[in-house]
């Protein structure tokens, strides 16, 4: 079945410092949803990507969708603590478009 | 509007018991999937409904098993739980059915069971 993994599972960093998350998928996707989650809350839809070599920008926030529709990434320019979490991207394929959530990447912020 | 509320928040269940969790989706959303979050199986679909039918299912046992309602409330039913069940269940709710557009999802604040 299909799987997305993603890495790094963790990372820390120094408040100002840039962060980036990359997410695979073992087959091609139609989309690609990217969330996250604060410690003790519920995932919060961030974006959608849906072409292929989609760039998004949201203020500090940078997203790619790969050509070839398989890999997807999330750049965080100049970390702030209000940037702590885990990260998911969600992938979905196949003919009912069942989504498959990524491995996730935590986050943490070092004042 | 109100976001996506489930209930119970909390619950503990001993093995071998079932239980039922509901969600009540976004005013006007006819799409509620459910999820399993676990810290070594991170976030597991469990299936998805549309209009009152189930578009779409993950791999998991026949334990567990769910239903929408015509006002796109929907309910999911773990029977003869186990201890690997203790998770957070997580439904989100969209506005059309996944497979469209790939539509938003809004999750609720999910549901903690504890199986003992």
């Known amino acids: 079945g299909q799987q997305v993994m993603q890495i790094p599972q963790y990372q820390h960093v120094q408040e100002g410092e840039d962060f980036t998350t990359y997410c695979n998928s073992s087959?091609?996707?139609?989309?690609i949803q990217w969330y996250k989650q604060r410690p003790g809350g519920h995932p919060v839809f961030l974006i959608q990507?849906?072409?292929?070599?989609e760039v998004k920008k949201q203020k500090r926030l940078t997203f790619q969708f790969g050509e070839a529709k398989k890999n997807s990434s999330l750049h965080i320019t100049a970390t702030q603590t209000t940037d702590v979490g885990t990260y998911f991207c969600?992938?979905?394929?196949?003919?009912?478009?069942?989504?498959?959530f990524g491995t996730g990447t935590k986050l943490q912020v070092i004042p | 509007k109100a976001g996506v509320t489930q209930t119970p928040r909390y619950l503990i269940k001993t093995r071998g018991q079932q239980v039922t969790l509901s969600c009540s989706p976004i005013?006007?959303?006819?799409?509620v999937s459910w999820y399993q979050q676990t810290p070594g199986q991170g976030l597991q679909f469990l299936f998805e409904?549309?209009?009152?039918?189930?578009?779409n299912k993950g791999n998991f046992p026949g334990r567990f098993s769910g239903r929408q309602f015509s006002n796109s409330r929907s309910e999911m039913n773990v029977s003869t739980l186990e201890l690997g069940d203790s998770a957070l269940y997580l439904c989100a709710s969209s506005l059309g059915a996944t497979g469209t557009s790939g539509e938003k999802q809004f999750f609720g604040p999910g549901t903690r069971l504890t199986v003992l």
């Open positions: 969600a992938g979905r394929s196949g003919g009912y478009q069942k989504v498959t």
């Open positions: 005013s006007g959303h006819r799409s």
């Open positions: 409904y549309f209009s009152e039918t189930q578009r």
């Open positions: 990507l849906v072409k292929s070599g």
């Open positions: 087959t091609t996707l139609s989309n």
